[in-house]
């Protein structure tokens, strides 16, 4: 299969990943880290996904902390492509930078937004859906990627669907977003057959996404257009751009509007988001897993996920659905049950002083 | 108090106490490590209780391999007193020779044999026991400390008592040495008040305990001596002696001969075989308890044993009655219930060629 002609793959590459510490550190959030064993980060996987339809055609924006790192795992994307935010801004700022450029260098432009940090395990499903979605959105419309639920998760947004769209078989009008439900209300949707998951992955005409936002945040969308003009004002102009996230900014309003319609596909995705949902992805025998160097590990009567990446032996004797996960400079023991609250041991040591160790 | 004329003080430093793994080690077994928290090894420790006793009237007795260390660990003791047995040969040899040595430096000595790895909670009542105990044995007894079970263990021998000595209040017969029996016999032992946990604590005129050595096994208590006489012959003889306990050699042989009592005490005795005895020894709030620098801890919901010997933090959420043992170069997690089970993690690591970790 070819590549989607003009089509520009825009990869938001923030957040810190606080339950996937001592992985994932501030100064080196999870998107940079290989959390699947496959030898590439997260970052480069997201790529690698995305090459076969953008080509050489990426965007990654990242905070200015990071820009140095994605560089190094990212030798095959120019300088001038990793855009460095001056401050976290949301994805609204972030997606709408690589937006306003990509109106400036390609007025044919279809973008594609993928966030970093995601794990797609079907990447051939993942392609076919991206393709039809980018046909549908040089229709002029904002295009979301609706993934089909694996269990009624009470983590995830929704995207509420409705008919098909006439001209593309592939597409259902959106007739909604809605907020994380209860993991009832979410049972509720899944049995209809009408409700995806919101994955944050949409397509769209760079001037579409402008256009959109200037609706509603009509300063907003000249800021973004008014730095891509002239980037020697990024610093100035960037301060004043409000923290808003894009769904909230511009795909909300636009589905109010009938200007949102979604490409459902069967692809399996994982957010990991903590280590039970990282034990969950990489779970298999034997037990426990280990994400690193097997010969690391001396387990005995043990389940869950050992990552031992300090070098040193790890052993573990009879605990079920353990975590342990060495660093050379801090430790995390706790359970896949209770995995969720390693945000707070995190906010614990900044409090205490430890800003080195998060 | 002043000290015991001519008591000399014996110390046993062998055993690798593999079940502490990986704090304790091959290269440096538990008696060279602070494992109470006080700062002080076990060894240390033993030697600081028997200070008031003893004086400077000490004899250690080790291996090769380790007597540099004891060395550096008790410079208080000179050389001369630090023996070093050139392989493992059992307590019988071990005890014997420092009694060969004493036999010859000081025909009044009355030594007291006492494990270099033993946790002593009361040195005051413990003392009293010793001085009792002296008495008795310049009258030509074997004399064992006859500790009060605080416990129906199953891990350990009892002495079962006899009458009070004639002439010596304090001391009773010892009818037998009984090996570790069902906590079942255990619970009968202790209803009768007639039983006493035998931790191979004993005094003994050296040359008491090498004649009735000499009574079972001739050639060994020749030995002995013949390496006393002329130390240059040690490597010699060493090897061909008996690998045997003392207990078998002597103790309980002695014992049917009559010639064998107990000074009954009451002092908190502790020998800490594996982590959950250590984490029952140090035991308090809060939980989990930290053997080392607390501030290295960050737990949230945890209970249990933390030994954060790397340095590093350690953060430990929701496990209870989890052991963490974090050394530069391994890490144990295990629980409580299951600490004994460490043994096996030790000898699977050897099996793999990992001896430089055990």
């Known amino acids: 299969m070819s590549s989607i002609d003009h089509f520009w793959a825009v990869v938001p590459a923030g957040g810190a990943g606080t339950r996937l510490w001592p992985l994932s550190r501030r100064s080196a959030p999870k998107f940079l880290h290989d959390l699947t064993g496959t030898g590439r980060t997260l970052l480069q996987g997201t790529l690698d996904r995305l090459a076969p339809l953008a080509e050489d055609r990426f965007v990654v924006v990242t905070g200015r902390a990071h820009r140095d790192a994605v560089l190094k795992q990212l030798p095959e994307v120019g300088p001038e492509r990793v855009l460095a935010e001056p401050s976290p801004r949301d994805s609204m700022a972030a997606i709408g930078l690589a937006a306003a450029v990509l109106e400036r260098d390609d007025p044919d432009a279809v973008m594609g937004s993928f966030p970093a940090d995601h794990v797609i395990r079907d990447p051939d499903v993942f392609a076919d859906c991206v393709r039809t979605a980018a046909e549908v959105a040089r229709d002029d419309w904002l295009v979301t990627l609706g993934i089909e639920p694996a269990f009624p998760s009470s983590a995830f947004g929704y995207v509420h669907l409705g008919d098909p769209l006439p001209g593309h078989p592939g597409a259902r009008a959106v007739l909604e977003f809605v907020e994380k439900p209860s993991v009832r209300t979410a049972t509720e949707y899944i049995a209809t057959g009408r409700y995806r998951w919101n994955a944050g992955m949409f397509v769209v005409r760079p001037t579409v996404l402008l256009d959109l936002l200037g609706r509603w945040h009509p300063e907003f969308a000249a800021a973004l257009r008014a730095i891509a003009a002239e980037p020697a004002r990024l610093d100035e102009l960037w301060t004043g751009l409000p923290k808003i996230a894009l769904d909230h900014a511009v795909a909300e309003p636009a589905a109010d509007a009938g200007r949102v319609v979604s490409v459902p ?94």
Do not use: H, M, N
Request: hydrophobic fraction near 50%.
């Open 265 to 358: 596909s069967a692809f399996r995705w994982e957010d990991i988001g903590d280590f039970d949902s990282l034990a969950a992805l990489l779970a298999g025998d034997p037990q426990p897993t280990v994400l690193g160097d097997e010969a690391l590990v001396q387990a005995l009567d043990a389940s869950g996920l050992v990552v031992p990446a300090s070098g040193r032996v790890v052993a573990v004797v009879g605990l079920e659905d353990v975590v342990v996960v060495d660093t050379p400079d801090a430790l995390l023991v706790t359970t896949r049950a209770r995995a969720q609250e390693v945000k707070q041991v995190v906010a614990e040591l900044a409090d205490r002083g430890r800003s080195d160790l998060v």
